[in-house]
């Protein structure tokens, strides 16, 4: 298993290693920070400059110390979502990635002690930044284009209200490996879904996608209720149960229902 894709020692280390924050993401609508992990290396990020002569940049930083830290104190107000919520809906999303069995979403934790307070703390994913939902679902790759199918069936249950097409990441490393971040608006019981993935919109879902999704329906009703109640409100974990419910029944692709099914900025 990946170590970005998950297991208890990452999860763990992201929970209470020490952290500093060495940079943001200026095109963020919430405030998302690039942060660092100082249990391997200790030095300070200026230590770290002194001993290169300049400043550091991405690449001179060991990806796997890296993290993206969201403070809750940092979240933009909405109108449809709970003040406060957003960082925990980010850790949900994780568990829900993870009990699919397709772990399409990198290690996420709510950490109470960040520099900047109460967040979620994500496993940076090292990417290549020249592609997106677009640019993968366009090349045609059949392993891509397979895990781009368990995206949309992910984002229906879980009701992703902003599935942009850089919210979607190539890895890496080989095999092609998809990730999918930013999940702040996600969970209402009402229905959000706005994304850039329509293409297969009403057309039968794969039977392994439905066998999935019937063994979360089943999760559900035992220790991953237990792990979502810490993040979610008790009626959003029963609107997730009821999503998986509906989509078996289903067994298409979802729709659009809303007036304005895409998000914006598309990108």
């Given at each position: 298993?990946?170590?970005v894709?998950?297991g208890t020692d990452l999860?763990?280390r992201?929970r209470s290693?020490?952290m500093?924050v060495?940079?943001?993401?200026?095109?963020?609508?919430?405030?998302t920070?690039?942060?660092?992990?100082?249990?391997?290396?200790?030095r300070p990020?200026?230590?770290?400059?002194?001993?290169?002569?300049r400043?550091?940049?991405?690449?001179?930083?060991?990806?796997q110390?890296?993290?993206?830290?969201?403070?809750?104190?940092?979240?933009r107000?909405?109108?449809?979502?709970?003040?406060g919520?957003l960082h925990?809906?980010?850790?949900?999303?994780?568990?829900?990635?993870?009990?699919?069995g397709?772990?399409q979403?990198?290690?996420?934790?709510v950490?109470?002690d960040?520099?900047?307070?109460?967040g979620?703390?994500?496993?940076?994913?090292?990417?290549?930044?020249e592609?997106?939902?677009?640019?993968?679902?366009?090349a045609?790759e059949?392993?891509?284009?397979?895990?781009?199918?368990?995206?949309?069936?992910?984002?229906d249950?879980?009701?992703n209200?902003?599935?942009?097409?850089?919210?979607?990441?190539?890895?890496?490393?080989?095999?092609?490996?998809?990730?999918l971040?930013?999940?702040?608006?996600?969970?209402h019981?009402?229905?959000?879904?706005?994304?850039?993935?329509w293409?297969?919109?009403?057309?039968?879902v794969?039977?392994?996608?439905?066998?999935?999704?019937?063994a979360?329906?089943?999760?559900?009703?035992?220790?991953?209720?237990?792990?979502?109640?810490l993040l979610?409100?008790?009626?959003e974990?029963a609107?997730?149960?009821?999503r998986c419910?509906?989509?078996?029944?289903r067994?298409?692709?979802?729709?659009?229902?809303?007036?304005h099914?895409y998000?914006w900025?598309?990108?």
């Amino acid at each position: 298993m990946s170590e970005v894709a998950g297991g208890t020692d990452l999860a763990e280390r992201l929970r209470s290693a020490p952290m500093e924050v060495v940079g943001r993401f200026a095109d963020a609508s919430n405030a998302t920070l690039l942060a660092r992990l100082t249990d391997r290396d200790r030095r300070p990020l200026e230590e770290v400059a002194a001993d290169l002569g300049r400043a550091p940049e991405l690449e001179d930083l060991a990806t796997q110390d890296l993290a993206v830290y969201k403070p809750e104190r940092g979240e933009r107000p909405l109108w449809d979502f709970p003040a406060g919520t957003l960082h925990r809906r980010e850790a949900a999303a994780f568990e829900v990635s993870r009990a699919l069995g397709w772990q399409q979403v990198p290690t996420t934790v709510v950490r109470s002690d960040g520099p900047f307070g109460r967040g979620s703390v994500q496993a940076f994913v090292a990417h290549d930044p020249e592609h997106h939902y677009f640019t993968l679902w366009e090349a045609g790759e059949q392993e891509v284009l397979a895990q781009l199918l368990r995206m949309v069936v992910f984002d229906d249950l879980i009701q992703n209200a902003d599935r942009k097409a850089g919210h979607v990441l190539l890895g890496t490393d080989s095999p092609p490996r998809v990730w999918l971040v930013d999940h702040g608006v996600c969970f209402h019981t009402e229905v959000k879904l706005r994304t850039v993935a329509w293409e297969r919109a009403g057309e039968p879902v794969p039977g392994t996608l439905l066998a999935d999704v019937d063994a979360l329906r089943e999760a559900l009703a035992g220790e991953l209720s237990a792990r979502l109640a810490l993040l979610l409100a008790e009626e959003e974990i029963a609107a997730l149960e009821q999503r998986c419910v509906a989509l078996l029944a289903r067994g298409a692709f979802p729709e659009p229902l809303l007036p304005h099914p895409y998000p914006w900025p598309l990108l």
